[in-house]
């Protein structure tokens, strides 16, 4: 079976989403909502990697890096940590860094942890300085900062050699959380990468994973009701290697080829067909 022509080469326009949501009885992108991504912070591999992540958190270590793929859930594992975070009352500060400079980095820092802006005679002040005062006030007072650094490795490199700054202060109340691909590690400060406490790697999701997360999040945007037969969710765990993003766009194309087809359910030569139109375009 075909996927609606030229589907994958122009992408989702506004009046093809309406569509085949419409003929799911969806309520919303099933895979682009925050629903959604807490569905995928619920798979084995992403909770263990957050359970590691709570770890280094609760030692007060002061460096954890996430490793995986594009497209591997560091993301959605990072926002999920937040969440978890803030519920024990700790500072955090999730950023995501892809083209930050270190100014840019610093300033966000900053604002999250409720750094002054001035001296209090409307005089701009050392931002460096002011955010380690700030640091040291929060250890003083039992406090603690998690700064969430997603993607760091596409920052500008002014800003990964902030964090590695961040991490070599001593006695400091902060730990930081950096996501990274692993082909790009080579890249990143050496003086970062020493005070790595604890590397997480993320692992594929499992074909029963990648089932229910599936099916979950059909269920979260409207449609409980079965629409990937069991030979649609085979495919699409072959064919996405489990890798969270591919199995989004693959799931979600496949929706809009089955809508256009007016099928009343996925199989897999439907996943096939897209599959093969996707190589084609990328």
Request: one cysteine or more; glycine letters at 8%; hydrophobic letters at 45%.
């Amino acid at each position: 079976m075909a996927p609606a022509p030229g589907m994958a080469g122009r992408g989702l326009g506004q009046e093809a989403t309406s569509m085949y949501q419409r003929y799911w009885g969806l309520a919303q992108s099933p895979f682009q909502t925050p629903q959604a991504q807490q569905q995928l912070a619920a798979t084995v591999p992403l909770r263990e990697a957050q359970a590691r992540v709570e770890f280094v958190v609760a030692q007060g270590w002061p460096l954890a890096l996430v490793v995986g793929p594009p497209g591997s859930g560091k993301s959605a594992l990072l926002a999920q940590c937040a969440r978890q975070t803030l519920r024990q009352g700790l500072w955090v500060a999730s950023l995501p860094c892809a083209g930050a400079r270190e100014a840019e980095l610093l300033a966000l820092v900053a604002e999250a942890l409720k750094v002054p802006e001035d001296n209090g005679h409307g005089q701009l002040t050392d931002g460096w300085l002011d955010l380690v005062r700030r640091l040291r006030e929060l250890k003083l007072e039992g406090g603690r900062a998690v700064l969430l650094l997603d993607d760091l490795d596409e920052a500008q490199p002014d800003a990964a050699h902030l964090a590695a700054r961040l991490v070599a202060m001593p006695d400091s109340a902060c730990t930081l959380v950096v996501s990274t691909r692993p082909e790009a590690l080579g890249r990143m400060p050496q003086r970062l990468l020493e005070h790595v406490w604890l590397r997480i790697d993320l692992a594929p999701l499992s074909r029963d994973e990648t089932a229910r997360y599936v099916q979950a999040a059909l269920a979260a945007a409207g449609r409980p009701e079965v629409v990937f037969r069991d030979d649609a969710l085979r495919r699409l765990h072959e064919l996405s290697g489990g890798w969270p993003r591919k199995v989004d766009q693959l799931a979600e194309l496949s929706l809009v080829a089955g809508a256009s087809q007016q099928l009343s359910q996925i199989d897999a030569d439907t996943i096939d067909a897209v599959h093969q139109e996707l190589c084609v375009v990328l």
